[in-house]
């Protein structure tokens, strides 16, 4: 479920876990920062060595409204990934992945997304 390469190819803390019993249809939990937590590394976001100010702003901006956009969608600051009872879950399960991949590569997506929980049937024991 994770993307591997010989580089670093994740910008969001991933954690695995296994699945819970009691909600047996959750593949993922998305959480967001709060609006503190945002601002402070909002405010804390640096310059690339290799990047122009004008550039600098521009991603600081497109870091604002992807944030925006997260926050009109999820305002409880929580995004649960769930399978379907009455649909195909390998389509599902693919979609999914699809969507953890962007969120969890996307480096605009670093100061907005504090956590990413995949649950697993492959992991031994109970998570409480």
Do not use: W
Not at 8 to 33: G, M, N, S
Not at 70 to 95: H, T, W, Y
């Amino acid at each position: 479920m994770l993307p591997a390469e010989s580089e670093r190819c994740t910008q969001i803390r991933t954690v695995l876990k296994p699945k819970l019993e009691e909600e047996p249809l959750l593949v993922a939990l998305v959480d967001f920062y709060n609006d503190d937590e945002f601002q402070v590394l909002f405010g804390k976001m640096i310059k690339k060595s290799d990047e122009e100010e004008q550039q600098f702003q521009m991603r600081k901006k497109q870091v604002q409204q992807k944030r925006e956009q997260f926050m009109v969608s999820f305002p409880q600051r929580k995004e649960k990934l769930m399978l379907s009872s009455n649909g195909n879950a390998d389509i599902e399960r693919d979609k999914i992945i699809k969507k953890l991949h962007g969120y969890i590569t996307d480096e605009l997506c670093v100061n907005i997304i504090k956590e990413i929980s995949i649950y697993t049937e492959k992991l031994r024991g109970k998570y409480k």
